[in-house]
């Protein structure tokens, strides 16, 4: 089975800078999807970032953009230009690609707590 | 708008009583599921359905049931066998593995709003 591991369960950074976020995980597959979903207070999970295991570049949206190690099984995020809107939970999730009963289902790290200090 | 939509937002419960979360989604969406989350947790699966009048259980789905009688809708209902109930619940939904070259989105899985259930 599949797990996910965010070893950073709080990180704090001020505004304006940017912040890492870790997350590794452990398959034996080797096509699946990998996803990182924020949970503010009012507890909506709202996607971030996405990446294909498949694609070498890493995903960029805006301010957030991924580190992809496969090798190393290896996803982490940055965010720049760090915001007060950007504080919240995260959740690196993992997704497998393959048709098979259950694949589809996310498995979710225990996430990590983001503070922004003005 | 497209989107998922759970209620009630807040429920309680009595002990020995059975509630019902209800879940629909107008997205078209062949795929739904239910995950649980606990204060300072991730998210648990308790049932997924790939299709109409077929579903799965999940990690954690021990004292829970579904249906799935139509393609919206994925009520879940937590029964008194469920000696633990208090907690987040969020529903959600994609397009199956195999169809993700049919929109750009398509390996992603979108979430409701979720609702919160509290045994008093």
């Known amino acids: 089975a599949q797990t996910v591991t965010q070893s950073q369960p709080e990180m704090s950074v001020q505004e304006a800078e940017t912040v890492t976020l870790s997350c590794t995980y452990d398959?034996?597959?080797?096509?699946?999807?990998l996803f990182w979903y924020k949970q503010p207070p009012s507890r909506q999970m709202i996607l971030v970032i996405r990446q294909e295991a498949y694609k070498q570049q890493n995903a960029t949206e805006n301010r957030f953009s991924v580190n992809f190690q496969k090798a190393a099984k290896s996803f982490s995020l940055k965010i720049s230009d760090s915001q007060l809107g950007d504080a919240a939970m995260y959740f690196c999730a993992y997704r497998s690609a393959f048709r098979v009963q259950g694949a589809q289902k996310l498995v979710f790290g225990q996430g990590t707590r983001l503070t922004i200090n003005p | 708008d497209g989107g998922i939509t759970q209620s009630p937002k807040y429920l309680f419960r009595k002990e020995g009583q059975n509630v019902t979360l209800s879940c629909e989604q107008n997205?078209?969406?062949?795929?739904m599921y239910w995950y649980r989350q606990d204060p300072g947790q991730g998210l648990r699966l308790i049932y997924y359905?790939?299709?109409?009048?077929?579903?799965q259980k999940g990690d954690i789905a021990e004292g829970y049931s579904v249906s799935r009688e139509k393609k919206e809708s994925f009520p879940l209902t937590v029964t008194s066998a469920q000696k633990n109930p208090t907690a987040f619940y969020l529903c959600?939904?994609?397009?199956?593995?195999?169809?993700?070259?049919?929109?750009?989105?398509?390996?992603?899985?979108?979430f409701g709003e979720g609702s919160w259930l509290t045994v008093v």
């Open positions: 997205l078209n969406h062949d795929a």
């Open positions: 959600a939904s994609s397009i199956i593995p195999g169809q993700e070259f049919l929109i750009s989105s398509g390996n992603t899985i979108y």
């Open positions: 359905s790939q299709i109409v009048n077929d579903f």
């Open positions: 398959t034996s597959e080797s096509d699946y999807y």
